[in-house]
């Protein structure tokens, strides 16, 4: 799913008023009466106070059509203008006059002096004070007034964004921005939705689409993309029915030490469930036994070295080589390390220590072949790009990584995003039953065999990331987040990968309206 810039839905308003002739008043009744329909469908009527606090610009605009259509359905609704400054927008002036002969009075003003109004903790709130128009620090008062939002503990339904919140750049204080229980984001969800220090900010967020014309959204390209089902399956490769082992590719794991063998057994039985035709592990001694017994489908080099890898000859010719997991960063390690990047040529997915012991030497960065696949954690992305002092720093740096050395950054968390130069790939499917050891080598794992199967390696990690995600969220039906385990994850991978076939149910709306809009 696309996610527009600011920039991008206001060129597309523009375009649709030009294609479809008509005016951008028209443009924010039907995105009003969008929202209106939202809240009627599950409200029904109730007398429920409803406080519409509106701004000046056309989030307020926004915020008064809504209040209009409530007023006119009979719902107990209180308006109120946040008066923060007199350079109104026309959108706001048109429905700010048509308010007015709806209800014969003004709506109430508020400003820096005036009281505000009493909200009960069962009431609703609708914030339409700030949109996408916020370019500085909104005054102490406005900031007062989302506390006093806050404080009243009302159920607070935010109008395209929750006021205070900008979307490309992280808030100074988690006090100016209002505290949303949902957002009806306006034709496409926003990155701060998905970014660590601000996806706090709305508890939840559904798409409306604002009707912008679908010409323009189509052949609009844009920068940052939420990964769903529809983006995977024009990626997914059919298996073929005239193929054989040797079709889908051999995938070496490089990795284990003593103690730390399970990760390369983790990684290597996630590659061959992914569908890597043969699959080879290059451990340590210490690691024969243990994965000759476990997993009878791998094949086994081992180290000349009894407990760490110190040498990594391989007699075969491997498709893709995933290397770092349980690796260790001994001096002996690490030497095996630079000596490898110096002669390999093969496409590479690097995690944990590969990770850590590029971080130590970064000159071996200029080794890695390009589009080379790197899943750091934060703590290992911190290692590699140094500590950052928020969300955007933190993207900026990676993305500067990413150019330096055409490489591919798997920033992995809640929300993992995957960061190719300047495009951005963001996941929704996994959750906090993943919050245990050994999740990350089977990430490596599948990303690996994927890559095995000819799969260009950013669709690798878009594609696996996305299956890693999902196999977690299949598996958390059966057993909950606490005794998920990550074998767990790999024995639910077929599962996810059958849930690509499974078309989306219908969403279940009584109103035509409502139909358009996309539920998370
Ligand atoms: N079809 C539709 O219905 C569409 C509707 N859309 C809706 O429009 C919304 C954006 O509306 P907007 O551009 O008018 O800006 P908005 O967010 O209302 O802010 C108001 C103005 O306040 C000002 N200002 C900024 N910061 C300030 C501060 N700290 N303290 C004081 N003043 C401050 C600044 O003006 P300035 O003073 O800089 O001239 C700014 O312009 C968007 O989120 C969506 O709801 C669009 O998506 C298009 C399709
Ligand atoms: N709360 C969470 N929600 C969603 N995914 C998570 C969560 N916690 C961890 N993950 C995922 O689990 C994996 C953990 O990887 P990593 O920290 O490298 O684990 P390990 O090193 O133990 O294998 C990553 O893919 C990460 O995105
Ligand atoms: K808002």
């Not at 769903?228 to 005239?242: A, G, M």
């Not at 093969?346 to 130590?360: F, R, S, Y």
Request: hydrophobic share 40%; charged share 20%; aromatic share 10%.
């Amino acid at each position: 799913m696309k996610i527009f810039s600011d920039e991008q839905v206001y060129e597309g308003d523009k375009f649709t008023a030009q294609k479809q002739q008509i005016t951008s008043i028209e443009l924010m009744e039907r995105a009003g009466i969008q929202i209106f329909n939202w809240l009627h469908l599950r409200m029904q009527g109730a007398q429920v106070p409803i406080h519409v606090f509106c701004g000046i610009g056309n989030n307020g605009g926004n915020g008064l059509v809504v209040a209009r259509h409530l007023v006119n359905h009979g719902y107990n609704v209180h308006t109120y203008v946040v008066n923060f400054s007199d350079k109104r927008t026309k959108g706001f002036l048109v429905n700010y006059d048509l308010m007015k002969q709806t209800q014969k009075k003004w709506p109430t003003l508020i400003g820096p002096k005036d009281d505000f109004p009493k909200i009960g903790p069962d009431d609703i709130i609708l914030d339409a004070v700030f949109g996408v128009g916020l370019n500085r620090p909104a005054d102490d008062w406005v900031v007062h007034l989302f506390q006093h939002f806050k404080a009243s503990k009302a159920f607070v339904l935010s109008v395209d964004i929750p006021s205070g919140l900008k979307t490309n750049a992280a808030p100074v204080k988690d006090t100016d921005v209002v505290w949303a229980n949902h957002t009806l984001s306006f034709q496409s969800p926003k990155l701060v939705f998905f970014l660590e220090d601000t996806a706090k900010f709305t508890a939840q967020w559904e798409v409306l689409d604002v009707g912008i014309d679908p010409e323009y959204l189509q052949k609009t390209n844009t920068l940052t993309t939420l990964i769903t089902k529809q983006d995977i399956l024009p990626v997914y490769k059919p298996r073929k029915p005239f193929s054989h082992k040797g079709t889908y590719g051999h995938a070496l794991l490089i990795g284990g030490s003593y103690g730390k063998i399970g990760a390369v057994q983790l990684a290597s039985r996630a590659t061959l469930v992914s569908g890597a035709g043969l699959v080879t592990a290059f451990v340590p001694k210490c690691g024969y036994l243990p994965l000759q017994s476990s997993v009878p489908e791998l094949m086994l080099i081992t180290d000349t070295n009894d407990t760490c890898i110190s040498n990594i000859a391989i007699p075969i010719e491997p498709t893709v080589i995933g290397i770092g997991v349980g690796m260790g960063t001994s001096e002996e390690t690490a030497s095996a390390f630079t000596d490898f990047l110096n002669q390999n040529t093969k496409p590479l997915v690097i995690d944990a220590d590969g990770l850590n012991l590029l971080a130590k030497t970064p000159a071996l960065m200029e080794k890695l072949p390009k589009y080379s696949v790197l899943t750091p954690h934060a703590k290992e992305l911190e290692r590699l790009i140094g500590k950052w002092s928020n969300d955007f720093d933190k993207l900026d740096k990676a993305i500067n990584l990413s150019e330096k050395y055409n490489i591919i950054l798997v920033l992995k968390g809640r929300f993992t995003l995957i960061v190719y130069k300047k495009n951005l790939y963001i996941n929704a499917t996994g959750n906090p039953g993943l919050a245990t050891g050994g999740t990350g080598d089977v990430l490596t794992g599948i990303i690996t065999g994927l890559m095995a199967q000819q799969y260009e390696p950013l669709e690798a990690a878009i594609f696996g990331v996305y299956l890693h995600g999902k196999s977690a969220d299949i598996a958390v039906q059966d057993f909950g987040y606490e005794a998920m385990t990550a074998s767990r994850v790999i024995s639910y991978l077929p599962k996810a990968f059958l849930d690509l076939f499974v078309k989306p149910e219908p969403p279940k709306t009584a109103n035509k309206q409502d139909d358009k809009t996309t539920k998370k």
